[in-house]
């Protein structure tokens, strides 16, 4: 009896030591407020050396993705994990993404063969632009012959930096024929352009005077404006005016337009429906 007490009273001395131990080990209770290293609303944010420099929780950072943010510095900190504010031990790890100093570049797409839509869309969803439209004597309307940029030729399988600007050589058949304008009045920029391109016209001149933010102006006034009716050789430059859109009410501008514009019918269908296959659809 006398060593069966002995035994537990080890036993018990050894599992209060050991959970001891392992409390002091994790650091039971001993929780801290996790800064906040990443960009977000009202911090520029900082960079790793800076993160590591600003903090005595030794914590561990783990970059796991560089990533080219425009506007940006590289090496800023642009997620982290845990997030600031949350409750974390010393010596955490941090698994951040930071921004990368060039953005990766694009590998060009095939856009000869293609229909001048199809070619837009995809200068699109690959983070280029569409630039000017040339029409040559071909055969095939509305093919795209050539693809350029900075006035050369770029063929596909290139690499080419984001943002760059892709001009399309075009086929005009026997130049007969030609389009009617899209309706702008209300659209922001991109929405404007991917319209225009689509059908096939260019880009004129684009007025944003007094305008405080390009990127969410609307159009309020274009040039030839729409009618639905008036058709335009393929190539032609549709001229554009821009407002706030925080000053502008568009359903007023759309519907004011439709009242003084006695040749309105129908509008375009949406050119991500049309048949390229079909030109009454298309033309």
């Known amino acids: 009896m006398k060593h069966l007490l002995w035994m537990l009273a080890i036993s018990i001395v050894l599992i209060l030591l050991i959970s001891l131990i392992i ?31 600003a903090n005595d929780l030794d914590l561990e950072f783990v970059i796991l993705d560089s990533i080219y943010t425009p506007g940006v510095s590289a090496g800023i900190i642009l997620t ?3 997030k600031g504010g949350t409750m974390v031990k010393k010596g955490r790890k941090v698994y951040v993404s930071v921004a990368a100093a060039n953005a990766a570049d694009i590998i060009m797409p095939e856009l000869t063969g293609l229909s001048v839509r199809q070619a837009v869309n995809e200068i699109y969803a ?3 632009k569409v630039g000017n439209l040339t029409f040559v004597d071909d055969p095939f309307k509305n093919n795209v012959k050539e693809q350029r940029a900075n006035g050369r030729s770029v063929y596909a399988g290139q690499k080419v930096a984001p943002g760059t600007v892709i001009d399309l050589v075009v086929g005009n058949g026997d ?19 991917r319209d225009i391109y689509a059908l096939s016209l260019n880009i004129g001149r684009e007025h944003f005077n007094g305008v405080r933010d390009k990127a969410s102006a609307v159009v309020y006034r274009q040039e030839p404006d729409y009618t639905g009716v008036n058709k335009y050789p393929f190539g032609t430059a549709i001229e554009l005016w821009y407002i706030d859109a925080s ?37």
């Open 23 to 53: 409390k002091l080990y994790a650091r039971q209770g001993k929780e801290f407020t996790m800064p906040q290293f990443a960009v977000s609303e009202g911090t520029q944010g900082k960079t790793v050396e800076q993160a590591m420099a």
């Open 80 to 82: 982290q994990d845990p």
């Open 126 to 128: 690959c983070g280029l």
């Open 175 to 193: 130049g007969s024929g030609g389009v009617p304008v899209p309706f702008l009045i209300g659209k922001n920029s991109e929405q404007a352009r």
């Open 247 to 283: 000053d502008a009410d568009v359903a007023k501008m759309i519907s004011d337009f439709k009242v003084d514009s006695s040749k309105i019918i129908p509008e375009l269908p949406d050119p991500e429906t049309f048949d390229d296959n079909n030109d009454d659809d298309i033309w």
